[in-house]
């Protein structure tokens, strides 16, 4: 890491997302000019990391409010995002699910775009209704450029809106 950027590994999950917001509210219509974009990875990796740590109780969960659909070998189901902090991904999904269970989450593209934007997980808690998904485990570079870009979707669904 950048000896600059070293401070990020100290901010917590909701000034990291700030920070990012702050940096994608200085894209140009060209894109970042090369010292926002290298922060804005930099940032991004941060708050991949934080989501990834199995240390479950690190931290109050950031509220988000984002459909997702999770899909497993057994079934499909439409569920919401809740809150996204150290551990995971805190999902409100109907219907009944085994610790141990790994699932695909997807958010949708568009209202008939079937595909959107899939990661992996591990449904690692569940609390009636509402289960904690861990993303930890070693993705491939391309599964992490989609987890990156999954939870910063979830990010920018934050607190409710």
């Known amino acids: 890491m950048h000896p600059e950027h070293a ?17 994608d509210g200085r894209r140009t219509p060209v894109g970042w000019v090369p010292e926002d974009a290298v922060e804005r990875s930099t940032v991004e990796r941060c708050i991949l990391a934080l989501v990834a740590a199995e240390d479950a109780d690190a931290g109050k969960p950031m509220a988000c409010n984002l459909e997702v659909k999770l899909r497993s070998k057994e079934q499909l189901v439409t569920a919401r995002v809740i809150g996204i902090g150290s551990g995971g991904i805190r999902i409100e999904a109907p219907s009944k ?35 904690r998904i861990s993303v930890a485990e070693q993705p491939s570079e391309g599964h992490e450029r989609r987890l990156r870009r999954f939870v910063v979707e979830l990010l920018r669904h934050r607190g409710g809106s």
């Open 7 to 23: 401070e990020y590994e100290k901010m917590t999950l909701p000034q990291l997302a700030d920070r990012l917001e702050d940096l």
């Open 97 to 131: 699910w085994v610790v141990g269970t790994h699932i695909e989450m997807q958010v949708k593209a568009g209202e008939s775009d079937e595909l959107g934007l899939r990661v992996r997980g591990v449904i690692r808690e569940i609390h009636g209704a509402r289960l």
